[in-house]
């Protein structure tokens, strides 16, 4: 490595970190900018490729520490932007030009980055921690003055926020998705404006040439500047769609949808290409820039952005060995925005292929600026809604919006459209004109005497439809017909620029899918929120269990005497380029009956309540794994509510999104309220010792049981609780909370139940208690079925502060165990009970203890059918005689519980003790199982009732 340069890199860089310390940022930029030029001259003479990796790295953080500069300098006087001498620049800064909140906030992070560097690099890590985090403060704050403007424009006659700021958790979801495949994307600032484009040298990406697909890679020859390929380049000539060619990138998608967007602009005459590309001029018309900078302005993970990390995008163009153009580029050769686009949006030409559904975002489609995620770049440029509709029917495109409304939309700008071919054989393919698989842009749309004709164009630029209505159909042109179209078929045969007409029938049979996207501004009344909804310990998809889904309200006041219309989308943010295997929906479920639902079955949901289990909502949402989801239909007169719950299948990633709300009716759109703020998890598990079945087998008694203590609160609130259970989704199974003072319960009455989930479900169920009184309550979790071994998650929710939730241990934990196995004998020992004078006959076991023991019985019948009701009672014994003596336990009144009678625990000191065990009725026979515990071994053999 040349010594000298390093040397002199250096000194120039110790310079530039002091100034810059200390707030001089126009003296600090000169030095970085000498540090930047000496290291690209170490960077080129150095052969140690280890070492010359380095330098790059630390060369490009010298120009991002420039950039940030910029952004500071910019928002002073002119003189300032050029070199800042002021002790106190800031003073100055605010006493010439006053600052925004968003700009002083900026400002304030661009002095603690530069102290916290400062702090860091003398390895005062505490105090450079502290810097760092004071500045991660002011960027948060200044996303959110940033976008509460942008929300205010967008929703100000919506939702019941009436301010319409941004929540922290938004606040914090725009700022963690804003690292998109490891840079990062910061907001659209009105500071950015201001960015400088003219350098004393070329620009150039710091993050160097971006990939190259491999049929590129084998036809490569250099990269160049425009300047080099045209001697008078432009950004813009002319708007057309006509010009656009798509070249050997397979992003036919992305091109098609470049397509439908500039022959929008150019017909409706309404910005969209042309407000989003940076540097513009001063009548907002984006500029070519002998520089080579340029920025995009693109909406992308819920929030305008700028497309560049700390830098811009340079106007480096791959050609190839021939001097060709390798990328999307204009037939008017001196135009440069379509090739400028397709580089800041793709992120590299190695494109996969996406789906113009997507991309027709990605082009600059729809009046407002903001929305296009592409699978591969992700990055967002316009704001649309998609509706992607299957034309695999005929009949289904006219049932679902029909070709004269659609066509109508085209016509009046309302909506942009592509249409996308499904897979054929190339034989298919070519008898007809068309590519397999491959999207298409739809120009215009006409109806002449009841004949739909769309203006289509492949963005290949060459190979057309030649079936009715092609420049090969002799027939069906008349010169009518042309008039009308102002197109002549001889002409339109001579040169094949990609464009031709064909009827809407063809449309239907050739291709597979329309992507229709909506112009925002159709709709009055318009709400954007933002949320993330993180991986759970969830067992189940929310087609078992919605409990964990973000849940929303919508309240529609349709003043009209028709129905309104109302959109509703999904956007996932993306963050990594990776397959997309989220696969995500909305689902729509009713909050009234006349809520335009002609299907009893719907499930009726009760409005700001949350709902838990799927049941048949209003409108289904399909699950795909598309990053955009919308779902519309149509409310009725009057005031409707609606549940809208988000919905992600075998959920195996946390899913950051933002939902957006579009209605020609005044609406709230707000998240359900938690309910239960407090949650504990239990996981659990169905043994062959505890897995008991329901209530109906003798082995009930041996679920796994849960004590609930709920303190007493000073909160005014009402206490609540909730109470989940989640197990194996081919299991039924149930929960109860029971009254017993948190005991284990061996069985349960009606009378003794506080809330149970109802019938057995498959996977989950749930119960509530709305206002639960302080004390101790039991749970009990149960399968249908005995014997069901598996895990299971209990949740337990609640709004009181304090509560606890412990396993109850299994009746006789700890203790010994007799099993003593008896019988009943009619008209030996089936004497029942003491009401027919022979009670001391019936079966008779002799305890004998010879310390202080805690003992407890069960009794069980499980052979006699119907079950009888029984006792159990516990004597103390005589020592001379065959009498009983005083009664020390007993199982209480007879009953008849499949899962038998038994003891309370009870402490008896040494002496010698009867157990009696008999039946309500004489004469019942059969035989009996009897479970003795005790804390300590004892002796117990039978009495034979003597």
Same mark, same amino acid.
């Given at each position: 490595?040349?010594?000298?340069?390093?040397?002199?890199?250096?000194?120039?860089?110790?310079?530039?970190?002091?100034?810059?310390?200390?707030?001089?940022?126009?003296?600090?930029?000169?030095?970085?900018?000498?540090?930047? =030029?000496?290291?690209?001259?170490?960077?080129?003479?150095?052969?140690?490729? =280890?070492?010359?990796?380095?330098?790059?790295?630390?060369?490009?953080?010298?120009?991002?520490?420039?950039?940030?500069?910029?952004?500071?300098?910019?928002?002073?006087?002119?003189?300032?932007?050029?070199?800042?001498?002021?002790?106190?620049?800031?003073?100055?800064?605010?006493?010439?030009?006053?600052?925004?909140?968003?700009?002083?906030?900026?400002?304030?992070?661009?002095?603690?980055?530069?102290?916290?560097?400062?702090?860091?690099?003398?390895?005062?890590?505490?105090?450079?921690?502290?810097?760092?985090?004071?500045?991660?403060?002011?960027?948060?704050?200044?996303?959110?003055?940033?976008?509460?403007?942008?929300?205010?424009?967008?929703?100000?006659?919506?939702?019941?926020?009436?301010?319409?700021?941004?929540?922290?958790?938004?606040?914090?979801?725009?700022?963690?998705?804003?690292?998109?495949?490891?840079?990062?994307?910061?907001?659209?600032?009105?500071?950015?404006?201001?960015?400088?484009?003219?350098?004393?040298?070329?620009?150039?990406?710091?993050?160097?040439?971006?990939?190259?697909?491999?049929?590129?890679?084998?036809?490569?020859?250099?990269?160049?500047?425009?300047?080099?390929?045209?001697?008078?380049?432009?950004?813009?000539?002319?708007?057309?769609?006509?010009?656009?060619?798509?070249?050997?990138?397979?992003?036919?998608?992305?091109?098609?949808?470049?397509?439908?967007?500039?022959?929008?602009?150019?017909?409706?005459?309404?910005?969209?290409?042309?407000?989003?590309?940076?540097?513009?001029?001063?009548?907002?018309?984006?500029?070519?820039?002998?520089?080579?900078?340029?920025?995009?302005?693109?909406?992308?993970?819920?929030?305008?952005?700028?497309?560049?990390?700390?830098?811009?995008?340079?106007?480096?163009?791959?050609?190839?060995?021939?001097?060709?153009?390798?990328?999307?580029?204009?037939?008017?050769?001196?135009?440069?925005?379509?090739?400028?686009?397709?580089?800041?949006?793709?992120?590299?030409?190695?494109?996969?292929?996406?789906?113009?559904?997507?991309?027709?975002?990605?082009?600059?489609?729809l009046i407002t600026v903001e929305k296009l995620i592409h699978l591969h770049s992700h990055l967002i440029l316009t704001h649309v809604i998609i509706t992607i509709v299957r034309l695999l029917v005929r009949v289904l495109i006219e049932k679902v919006h029909g070709k004269e409304f659609w066509m109508a939309r085209i016509l009046v700008g309302d909506a942009l459209i592509t249409i996308a071919t499904g897979s054929m054989t190339d034989e298919e393919a070519d008898l007809v004109g068309l590519v397999p698989t491959h999207a298409y842009a739809v120009l215009d749309a006409k109806e002449v005497n009841g004949l739909c004709l769309l203006q289509v164009k492949n963005p290949w630029s060459h190979k057309r439809w030649t079936g009715s209505f092609s420049h090969l159909d002799e027939t069906s042109w008349t010169s009518e017909l042309m008039k009308s179209l102002e197109y002549d078929r001889v002409k339109a045969g001579y040169k094949d620029d990609g464009v031709f007409w064909i009827d809407f029938d063809s449309v239907c049979k050739y291709f597979d899918s329309i992507?229709?996207?909506?112009?925002?501004?159709?709709?009055?009344?318009?709400?954007?929120?933002?949320?993330?909804?993180?991986?759970?310990?969830?067992?189940?998809?929310?087609?078992?269990?919605?409990?964990?889904?973000?849940?929303?309200?919508?309240?529609?006041?349709?003043?009209?005497?028709?129905?309104?219309?109302?959109?509703?989308?999904?956007?996932?943010?993306?963050?990594?380029?990776?397959?997309?295997?989220?696969?995500?929906?909305?689902?729509?479920?009713?909050?009234?009956?006349?809520?335009?639902?002609?299907?009893?079955?719907?499930?009726?949901?009760?409005?700001?309540?949350?709902?838990?289990?799927?049941?048949?909502?209003?409108?289904?949402?399909?699950?795909?794994?598309?990053?955009?989801?919308?779902?519309?239909?149509?409310?009725?007169?009057?005031?409707?509510?609606?549940?809208?719950?988000?919905?992600?299948?075998?959920?195996?990633?946390?899913?950051?999104?933002?939902?957006?709300?579009?209605?020609?009716?005044?609406?709230?759109?707000?998240?359900?309220? =938690?309910?239960?703020?407090?949650?504990?998890?239990?996981?659990?598990?169905?043994?062959?010792?505890?897995?008991?079945?329901?209530?109906?087998?003798?082995?009930?008694?041996?679920?796994?049981?849960?004590?609930?203590?709920?303190?007493?609160?000073?909160?005014?609130?009402?206490?609540?609780?909730?109470?989940?259970?989640?197990?194996?989704?081919?299991?039924?199974?149930?929960?109860?909370?029971?009254?017993?003072?948190?005991?284990?319960?061996?069985?349960?009455?009606?009378?003794?139940?506080?809330? =149970?989930?109802?019938?057995?479900?498959?996977?989950?169920?749930?119960?509530?208690?709305?206002?639960?009184?302080?004390?101790?309550?039991?749970?009990?979790?149960?399968?249908?079925?005995?014997?069901?071994?598996?895990?299971?998650?209990?949740?337990?929710?609640?709004?009181?502060?304090?509560?606890?939730?412990?396993?109850?241990?299994?009746?006789?934990?700890?203790?010994?165990?007799?099993?003593?196995?008896?019988?009943?004998?009619?008209?030996?020992?089936?004497?029942?009970?003491?009401?027919?004078?022979?009670?001391?006959?019936?079966?008779?076991?002799?305890?004998?203890?010879?310390?202080?023991?805690?003992?407890?019985?069960?009794?069980?019948?499980?052979?006699?059918?119907?079950?009888?009701?029984?006792?159990?009672?516990?004597?103390?014994?005589?020592?001379?005689?065959?009498?009983?003596?005083?009664?020390?336990?007993?199982?209480?009144?007879?009953?008849?519980?499949?899962?038998?009678?038994?003891?309370?625990?009870?402490?008896?000191?040494?002496?010698?003790?009867?157990?009696?065990?008999?039946?309500?009725?004489?004469?019942?026979?059969?035989?009996?199982?009897?479970?003795?515990?005790?804390?300590?071994?004892?002796?117990?053999?039978?009495?034979?009732?003597?």
């Amino acid at each position: 490595m040349n010594t000298s340069l390093t040397q002199q890199a250096l000194n120039e860089a110790k310079l530039a970190v002091t100034e810059d310390g200390k707030g001089n940022f126009g003296i600090a930029k000169t030095h970085y900018i000498k540090v930047i =030029q000496l290291f690209e001259q170490i960077i080129k003479d150095e052969s140690n490729t =280890q070492k010359k990796n380095t330098v790059i790295r630390k060369c490009q953080e010298y120009k991002k520490r420039v950039e940030q500069l910029n952004c500071i300098l910019s928002s002073s006087s002119p003189s300032s932007q050029i070199q800042n001498q002021s002790s106190n620049p800031k003073a100055n800064v605010d006493a010439l030009s006053p600052l925004s909140a968003v700009d002083k906030l900026l400002n304030d992070a661009q002095i603690k980055l530069a102290k916290a560097k400062k702090q860091d690099a003398q390895k005062n890590y505490q105090e450079a921690l502290d810097l760092y985090t004071g500045v991660a403060e002011h960027y948060l704050k200044a996303i959110k003055e940033t976008h509460t403007h942008s929300a205010n424009a967008e929703s100000t006659r919506s939702c019941s926020v009436s301010d319409n700021k941004l929540t922290a958790t938004e606040v914090d979801v725009l700022f963690k998705t804003s690292h998109i495949n490891g840079k990062i994307y910061y907001p659209w600032l009105e500071i950015d404006l201001q960015e400088q484009f003219t350098y004393s040298e070329l620009f150039r990406d710091p993050d160097g040439t971006v990939n190259l697909s491999d049929k590129q890679k084998d036809n490569f020859g250099a990269w160049v500047r425009p300047s080099q390929i045209t001697d008078n380049p432009r950004m813009i000539a002319m708007i057309s769609s006509t010009s656009i060619i798509q070249d050997i990138v397979t992003d036919c998608s992305f091109v098609a949808s470049l397509c439908v967007t500039a022959a929008y602009e150019r017909r409706f005459k309404k910005q969209l290409i042309t407000r989003c590309i940076y540097p513009q001029n001063k009548l907002g018309q984006p500029m070519y820039n002998p520089s080579g900078k340029y920025m995009i302005k693109l909406t992308c993970n819920g929030i305008a952005r700028k497309v560049c990390q700390l830098v811009m995008v340079d106007d480096l163009l791959p050609v190839s060995r021939d001097g060709t153009l390798m990328c999307t580029f204009s037939s008017n050769k001196d135009e440069l925005w379509a090739s400028i686009i397709e580089k800041a949006l793709m992120g590299g030409y190695d494109f996969p292929g996406s789906n113009s559904g997507i991309d027709l975002q990605l082009s600059f489609v729809l009046i407002t600026v903001e929305k296009l995620i592409h699978l591969h770049s992700h990055l967002i440029l316009t704001h649309v809604i998609i509706t992607i509709v299957r034309l695999l029917v005929r009949v289904l495109i006219e049932k679902v919006h029909g070709k004269e409304f659609w066509m109508a939309r085209i016509l009046v700008g309302d909506a942009l459209i592509t249409i996308a071919t499904g897979s054929m054989t190339d034989e298919e393919a070519d008898l007809v004109g068309l590519v397999p698989t491959h999207a298409y842009a739809v120009l215009d749309a006409k109806e002449v005497n009841g004949l739909c004709l769309l203006q289509v164009k492949n963005p290949w630029s060459h190979k057309r439809w030649t079936g009715s209505f092609s420049h090969l159909d002799e027939t069906s042109w008349t010169s009518e017909l042309m008039k009308s179209l102002e197109y002549d078929r001889v002409k339109a045969g001579y040169k094949d620029d990609g464009v031709f007409w064909i009827d809407f029938d063809s449309v239907c049979k050739y291709f597979d899918s329309i992507h229709m996207n909506w112009n925002p501004e159709l709709f009055s009344w318009r709400y954007i929120l933002h949320s993330s909804w993180p991986i759970s310990d969830s067992m189940h998809p929310d087609n078992i269990n919605l409990s964990n889904n973000p849940q929303y309200t919508l309240e529609i006041q349709n003043s009209k005497k028709e129905s309104c219309a109302v959109f509703l989308l999904l956007t996932k943010h993306i963050t990594v380029i990776k397959e997309n295997k989220d696969y995500i929906t909305l689902h729509v479920y009713n909050c009234d009956n006349n809520s335009g639902s002609s299907n009893c079955l719907d499930t009726i949901a009760t409005f700001g309540e949350k709902i838990y289990y799927p049941g048949k909502p209003f409108i289904q949402g399909v699950y795909i794994n598309s990053p955009h989801i919308l779902v519309r239909f149509n409310a009725p007169t009057g005031t409707t509510r609606y549940t809208i719950v988000v919905a992600q299948h075998e959920k195996m990633n946390s899913l950051d999104f933002t939902l957006r709300c579009y209605c020609t009716s005044p609406f709230t759109l707000c998240e359900i309220p =938690q309910k239960y703020p407090i949650e504990k998890k239990i996981a659990g598990q169905w043994t062959p010792l505890t897995a008991g079945g329901n209530k109906s087998h003798i082995t009930y008694l041996n679920n796994p049981q849960y004590r609930v203590s709920i303190p007493h609160s000073s909160n005014n609130n009402k206490p609540r609780l909730l109470i989940m259970l989640e197990g194996p989704k081919d299991f039924a199974v149930h929960v109860k909370i029971a009254w017993s003072r948190g005991r284990r319960v061996a069985s349960v009455s009606a009378k003794d139940i506080l809330s =149970q989930s109802g019938d057995y479900r498959h996977g989950f169920c749930y119960c509530e208690v709305e206002d639960i009184q302080p004390g101790d309550y039991t749970i009990i979790v149960s399968t249908f079925e005995p014997g069901l071994c598996g895990d299971f998650l209990l949740t337990v929710g609640s709004n009181v502060i304090g509560f606890s939730v412990v396993p109850i241990p299994a009746e006789g934990a700890g203790m010994f165990k007799k099993v003593i196995n008896g019988k009943w004998i009619d008209g030996i020992n089936a004497m029942g009970c003491p009401n027919f004078g022979e009670y001391h006959r019936n079966p008779c076991y002799y305890l004998n203890l010879k310390e202080m023991t805690t003992i407890k019985v069960r009794l069980q019948t499980p052979n006699i059918n119907p079950i009888p009701a029984t006792n159990i009672k516990i004597f103390e014994k005589h020592a001379s005689t065959k009498k009983f003596g005083r009664e020390v336990a007993s199982s209480g009144p007879y009953t008849n519980y499949v899962q038998g009678v038994c003891t309370e625990d009870v402490a008896l000191p040494p002496h010698g003790y009867v157990i009696v065990f008999s039946t309500w009725d004489k004469g019942i026979t059969g035989n009996f199982v009897a479970l003795l515990y005790s804390d300590r071994p004892v002796e117990v053999f039978e009495e034979n009732g003597q």
